[in-house]
């Protein structure tokens, strides 16, 4: 190590090492009930001793964010272990890090006084965000130890939506007038212990915390210290309502490049901010619920969840998928007499809905995403499935006639290479008709194009490849 | 309009109406040529003249990433004109924006002049970004136009991989020495005319630009002006170097809460910044690149590609695809004896392939999920193969016994049904077993673990459910 410069300490370097972690609490695992009851004295082993200090030591040195991937990533019993051992001054911060189905098996194996002391050093807003999944009781008591302006917070913040910027504003604000100059505004900064983070930006109100306009400290810091702060503030202000779409806010971040804004109400009243860093989670989860639902999964899993939680979390995906299954393999029924005097043909036709569904599954990837990033209007629906249907064709030729030769060199039989060419080339121009129209249907009617679209185009090429295939081939080669 | 405060411009509601602007288009396409030409004489009905007007004032108001989002959501020939249309001054912002092949479709349309002209505003680093889009000529001019420190960071820039820190790292620092007070840096500051976007922090360096440690804005202006830089700076600071992995980079900032963060080389001397805009789209990219992944998309697709590139982008993935079909077939090919005994078989034999292929794939979506967020060690993935194979187990016994049951009112044979029951129990068993493993050793093996994971574990469930229902049909009920 050449670096002399020691005063830096590189922080980046303490990243999560979950595998030693792992080991250390394998080592500790055994004697964890002694641990759960502060009984360290049984500890036996030497080997015991040192991995339980140096345990405490890595947990220790861990961001709040780091020690909730670790949590997510152990199994319950382990993860009970680390979490009794982790520095309890950031229980809040940790609990709000987690995904929701690891919170409540956190909180389940709290007690109350635990509770209390976790959610003490939070703010007003996240106390309102873990408030939901917390005993009734804690709620009760945590409130009662907050002044009267904070509970009313909490209680607007508690008043949305999860998906409503409302849910995720805080209250942290520095606000000042617009008829005062920038010195005094610089004065009035002093004044505080420390800024809200991320304070990019000081709103500017008047007398009835009415927005006027916003005064980037970018441009305070520039600024003559005698011009007035209505001078220098800009008035072209994104302000966003707390009934407003949290991904669409979140959109509006990335467009602009906001790290702080203004939420506003009706009167155009300041009543909190939204910043960048619960905006990054919003798009995160935004592409993660995306690639869950297109698989169909009903919501994020606790990886570790019992058996039981992750069966009810992808039963109706599966049920659906059951269904789609059953009516193909009763079109398939239809044709058992044409299958009957051509085995071939139950031979080759998963061929025709395999590449059906593949094909079908991009084209509807594609579309989601293009939908998701608000690419897709209604009057370009026809242009695309237009397109899409030109891919189809050309592919369906070209795999067709792959196929068909294949299919004509097994069975020598042109009639069923014709067929297949034939069978191929159908079914992939509907997988593309279909994959184009799900998703622009499903969000004319207000849905999420993403929700299961995989299960359905797959059921739709399915039984559309075994129709297809099959009818062709009782017309033709009967 | 209830709104008195008119001083307030309410940019959130300038938001992008495309279905409008296509209207617009829509009209003024037949007489695209004439305007590109600059010829507006010929400009017929008034209808014309009102679109062409209105459409310029909308582009006008439109932010660069709307006017990118737009283009990329017309076909070629509308993007053309609203392209020509638009401010030419944000021309350089809008190539940006635009994602790669939609950037081609556009560089390709634009003289050498009017290429200059957009990247003349650009800073170094964005124009490094671009050049390789660019055609060489231009390159070289624009390079001729910039000072020699600019075409050094240029040089520098470009000389790192896509998914490398350096890549997006940009060169507008502003730095100080820790031996100063807070009076002299504001001071300093004072004397530019604008500060770099985002910044919160100024960088500490020595006289060799050595990084000593980072100033927050939010401490330097509740400091005390007399007090000296050194005593006011955080030094446990989040750096990175330039040869980093973008993703990684992202994932700190999350973590972190990062808005801005030091570049340093092996010397710790700093060389550059990287602001949390470039991280958000880095990790919008990165979900979106994992959902085509899985989808078995290669890359970005433009909406409106020519059919051309888009079978292009999509072939290998329908090939590998149709060989695992062809397998699959080959499979059932095995046992068409069987078939052609018991033709219920052939219309069975889907409901046991496409029930696989839904679980295994609520598998292995949540495994890349986990891994994309760093959850999953390896020792871990023993663990995840039990539960997952106990969810298999359930879900086999409970819709296995279904569809035996169902199996045995439509063929009336109890063999058939407890093949079924068994059949699927084992393909489910199978899917989360191969569910796990996929992605587990492609990331081993150093490979995304998302990549066409779908149509892998397709591939397996398929052949997999034919072999084991065929199969076991043949052994107990022929």
Redesign the interface.
């Given at each position: 190590m050449k670096?002399t410069?020691s005063?830096?300490?590189?922080?980046?370097q303490i990243h999560?090492d979950?595998?030693h972690i792992?080991?250390l609490v394998a080592v500790l695992l055994p004697v964890a009930e002694d641990i759960h009851s502060h009984n360290q004295t049984s500890l036996q082993t030497t080997e015991q001793k040192q991995a339980l200090q140096e345990l405490i030591a890595v947990l220790h040195d861990l961001?709040p964010?780091?020690v909730a991937?670790l949590l997510?990533?152990?199994?319950l019993e382990e993860r009970m272990l680390v979490w009794k051992l982790a520095a309890p001054a950031e229980d809040g911060e940790v609990l709000l890090e987690v995904s929701d189905p690891v919170r409540e098996t956190l909180i389940e194996n709290m007690e109350q006084r635990e509770l209390l002391a976790a959610v003490d050093d939070l703010d007003a807003d996240e106390l309102a965000e873990l408030a939901p999944d917390l005993p009734r009781q804690v709620v009760y008591e945590a409130l009662s130890s907050r002044d009267e302006e904070e509970r009313a917070q909490i209680a607007a913040a508690m008043s949305f939506e999860d998906d409503q910027v409302g849910a995720l504003m805080d209250f942290e604000l520095v606000s000042i007038r617009a008829d005062v100059t920038c010195e005094v505004v610089?004065r009035y900064?002093?004044r505080?212990?420390?800024?809200p983070?991320?304070?990019?930006k000081i709103f500017v109100v008047d007398e009835e915390d009415?927005?006027?306009?916003v005064l980037p400290?970018?441009?305070l810091?520039?600024?003559?210290?005698e011009s007035l702060v209505s001078d220098v503030m800009a008035?072209?202000?994104?302000?966003?309502r707390p009934e407003d779409d949290v991904e669409e806010a979140a959109a509006?971040?990335?467009?602009?490049?906001l790290?702080t804004a203004p939420v506003i109400d009706d009167n155009?009243k300041l009543i909190g901010r939204i910043t960048?860093?619960e905006?990054?989670?919003v798009?995160?989860e935004e592409?993660?619920t995306?690639?869950?639902n297109?698989?169909?999964?009903r919501e994020e899993?606790d990886?570790?969840?019992p058996?039981?939680d992750?069966?009810k979390n992808?039963?109706i995906?599966?049920?659906v998928?059951?269904c789609?299954?059953?009516i193909?393999?009763?079109v398939?029924?239809m044709f058992?007499h044409s299958?009957?005097k051509i085995?071939?043909?139950?031979?080759?036709?998963?061929?025709v809905?395999?590449?059906g569904?593949?094909?079908g599954?991009?084209t509807?990837?594609?579309i989601?995403?293009?939908m998701t990033?608000?690419?897709?209007?209604?009057?370009?629906a026809k242009?695309?499935l237009r397109?899409e249907e030109?891919?189809a064709l050309?592919?369906g030729l070209?795999?067709g006639s792959?196929?068909g030769i294949?299919s004509y060199f097994?069975y020598h039989s042109i009639g069923i290479g014709l067929v297949m060419v034939a069978a191929m080339t159908l079914n992939l121009l509907l997988a593309a008709t279909v994959g184009v129209l799900i998703p622009v249907l499903m969000q004319k009617a207000g849905r999420d194009p993403a929700l299961g679209s995989?299960?359905l185009i797959?059921a739709v090429t399915?039984s559309g490849g075994?129709f297809i295939f099959l009818g062709l081939a009782t017309l033709f080669l009967l």
């Open positions: 670096d410069h005063s830096i300490n590189e922080q980046e999560l979950t595998d792992c080991e961001h964010a780091d991937t997510e990533s152990l199994p610089l900064l002093r505080f212990d420390r800024l983070d991320h304070t990019d009415v927005l006027q306009g400290i970018r441009s810091l520039v600024s003559d210290p008035d072209d202000v994104v302000t966003f509006a971040f990335e467009r602009y490049d790290v155009r960048i860093d905006m990054v989670d798009i995160r592409s993660e995306d690639m869950l297109m698989a169909g999964l899993e990886l570790f969840a058996v039981v992750s069966v992808r039963w995906w599966l049920a998928n059951l789609t299954a059953f193909a393999s009763r398939i029924g058992e299958i009957e085995v071939a043909l139950a031979t080759l036709m998963p061929i809905a395999g590449i569904g593949n094909s599954n991009q509807i990837t594609m989601v995403r293009a990033s608000g690419q897709i209007s209604n009057s370009q242009r695309l397109k030109g891919v050309v592919n070209i795999w792959v196929m294949v097994l995989s299960v797959t399915d075994f």
